[in-house]
T-cell receptor, first 113, second 113 residues
Framework: GNSVTQMEGPVTLSEEAFLTINCTYT??????LFWYVQYPGEGLQLLLK?????DKGSNKGFEATYRKETTSFHLEKGSVQVSDSAVYFC????????????FGTGTSLTVIP | ETGVTQTPRHLVMGMTNKKSLKCEQH?????MYWYKQSAKKPLELMFV???????ENNSVPSRFSPECPNSSHLFLHLHTLQPEDSALYLC????????????FGPGTRLTVL
């Protein structure tokens, strides 16, 4: 079945540092891929998504490229801010049921001034 | 605000109590979900409803009982819970069908004493 493996955290960076959070996936077919973010005390919200191979999703300075050859969807940001401190989840839906999502374990990011 | 509200935000209950969690979505979606979020574990999908019909039950113990009276409301009835059931319970909604983004509520933080 479909699954995602996400980089273990926690990650601590200084403001303006470069961020990479690794995500690899296993899937039958070619499902869309997602990154969700969870800020303290809140639920998850969609950060970005990519719907097919070689697509790049982007939002709020974050980017991730759907790479079929390496089965990866790594999240990157060139210059993080304190307000980016949150937990980040990689996710993909089931190719069978479509609306059942598989989430990674989450990577906690803390950005210090 | 994601358009999905949950009440209460915090709940403390004894193992013999009966309580209910409520979720309401204002997005016109026709699929709703309950997830359990525990520390250091991936997000666990508990139940899926499509057009008010339960379509997924991921081996959830019977002490958790979902109810979906209409496509805007979802309840999770709790009785005789165990301390290991303490977690953040997240509700989400989406359009039914493949690969549609899920919108999450802020969650109910449940503590079972």
């Amino acid at each position: 079945g479909n699954s995602v493996t996400q980089m273990e955290g926690p990650v601590t960076l200084s403001e303006e540092a470069f961020l990479t959070i690794n995500c690899t996936y296993t899937a039958t077919g070619y499902p869309s891929l997602f990154w969700y973010v969870q800020y303290p005390g809140e639920g998850l919200q969609l950060l970005l998504k990519a719907t097919k191979a070689d697509d790049k999703g982007s939002n709020k300075g974050f980017e991730a490229t759907y790479r079929k050859e390496t089965t990866s969807f790594h999240l990157e940001k060139g210059s993080v801010q304190v307000s980016d401190s949150a937990v980040y989840f990689c996710a993909l839906p089931s190719t069978l049921t479509g609306n059942q999502f598989y989430f990674g374990t989450g990577t906690s990011l803390t950005v210090i001034p | 605000e994601t358009g999905v509200t949950q009440t209460p935000r915090h709940l403390v209950m004894g193992m013999t109590n009966k309580k209910s969690l409520k979720c309401e979505q204002h997005l016109g979606h026709n699929a709703m979900y309950w997830y359990k979020q525990s520390a250091k574990k991936p997000l666990e999908l508990m139940f899926v409803y499509n057009f008010k019909e339960q379509t997924e039950n991921n081996s959830v113990p019977s002490r958790f009982s979902p109810e979906c009276p209409n496509s805007s409301h979802l309840f999770l009835h709790l009785h005789t819970l165990q301390p290991e059931d303490s977690a953040l319970y997240l509700c989400a909604s989406s359009q039914s069908g493949h690969y549609n983004e899920q919108f999450f509520g802020p969650g109910t933080r449940l503590t079972v004493l």
